[in-house]
């Protein structure tokens, strides 16, 4: 079964910091690129950042550059969301999602196939 859980949420202060994990299974991770996006109310899906399958090449969105790091480790079936300096606006709902391609990854929601059930990072004071 093609499963994606994603772990490591919760609430934090401004400036703190997670890592969201996203677990892979029935899968080989070494052959899919990883997205996280995330959505927050009222708002639309939000695409934040991918890591490719060929070389690990990493892409993010303006908004959480510097501040967010992704890295896999494909021994342990696991993409990891680094997120440091955090702020109220990266309150949302983030998730997972695998895409079977070779190459550059894309933050493009319609590219993934398969989708984690999601984990609420709050940052609030």
């Known amino acids: 079964q093609v499963q994606l859980v994603e772990s490591g949420g919760g609430l934090v202060q401004p400036g703190g910091s997670l890592r969201l994990s996203c677990t892979t299974s029935?899968?080989?991770?070494?052959?899919?690129?990883i997205g996280w996006f995330r959505q927050a109310p009222g708002r639309e899906r939000e695409g934040i950042s991918c890591?490719?399958?060929?070389?690990?090449?990493?892409y993010y969105a303006d908004s959480v550059k510097g501040r967010f790091t992704i890295s896999r480790d494909n021994a342990k079936n696991t993409v990891y969301l680094q997120m440091n300096s955090l702020k109220p606006e990266d309150t949302a709902v983030y998730y997972c999602?695998?895409?079977?391609?070779?190459?550059?990854?894309?933050?493009?929601?319609?590219?993934?196939?398969?989708w984690g059930q999601g984990t609420q990072v709050t940052v609030s004071s």
């Open positions: 999602a695998a895409d079977a391609r070779w190459g550059v990854c894309l933050v493009v929601a319609g590219e993934y196939s398969v």
């Open positions: 890591i490719s399958s060929s070389d690990d090449s990493t």
């Open positions: 029935g899968f080989l991770l070494d052959y899919h690129a």
